[in-house]
């Protein structure tokens, strides 16, 4: 592992944006304080991150279902996603604030499950980009992820494409 110091001097030299790939309590102060500009999550990360957070992220969960009893698991599973990505944007906020906005953001993935239906992704893509000024919404690169980065984009959402394998995918996205 590279001395942070170093990796920091590196950072500055070539001009490269180091995104965190977490937005944990445990983590993300301190790869802010080491020149990180950005951070990213998806289920998977957040799942790391109630993990590590154990009886925080439990009791919220406990704390929505008697919120919304109608709530499934997985409606559950979104606000707790939400409110993780809000809370790591929350953290970035002086990093966007000192940049008048070219960094600074934090990074929120749509529902893996949505990638056939383009409304469906945009819709959480809106919702996503409302919880914070500095939230960008990752889109598959997918038939109905690439009509719904160009209609986001067209609406002012910020977004990344994500879960891309190909140099057709990445040209795509480009166009």
């Known amino acids: ?20 790939d977490s937005c944990g309590l445990d983590d993300l102060p301190y790869a802010i304080a080491n020149g990180a500009t950005g951070a990213t999550s998806n289920p998977p990360i957040v799942l790391g991150i109630v993990r590590a957070e ?13 919120e919304h009893p109608t709530w499934a698991e997985v409606d559950i599973a979104w606000r707790l996603i939400e409110e993780i990505a809000a809370r790591g944007a929350g953290m970035l906020a002086p990093v966007h604030e000192r940049t008048g ?18 409304d ?9 980009s409302s919880l914070a000024p500095n939230m960008q919404v990752k889109l598959p690169v997918t038939t109905a992820g690439l009509a719904a980065l160009e209609e986001a ?10 879960a891309n394998f190909t140099v057709a995918g990445a040209i795509a996205v480009a166009e």
Not at 54 to 66: C, K, M
Not at 101 to 118: E, F
Not at 120 to 128: C, D, E, G, K, S
Request: proline share 3%; charged share 25%; glycine share 10%.
């Open 54 to 66: 154990g009886r925080r992220w439990r009791d919220r969960a406990r704390a929505l279902s008697g």
């Open 153 to 162: 984009t067209y609406r002012g959402i910020e977004v990344n494409a994500t």
């Open 101 to 118: 906005g070219r960094q600074g953001r934090q990074s929120a993935q749509v529902s893996p499950t949505l990638y056939r239906d383009a």
């Open 120 to 128: 469906a992704m945009l819709a959480q893509a809106a919702r996503l």
């Open 1 to 20: 592992i590279m001395e942070p110091s170093l990796l920091l001097q590196g950072v500055r030299q070539t001009g490269t944006e180091l995104w965190n």
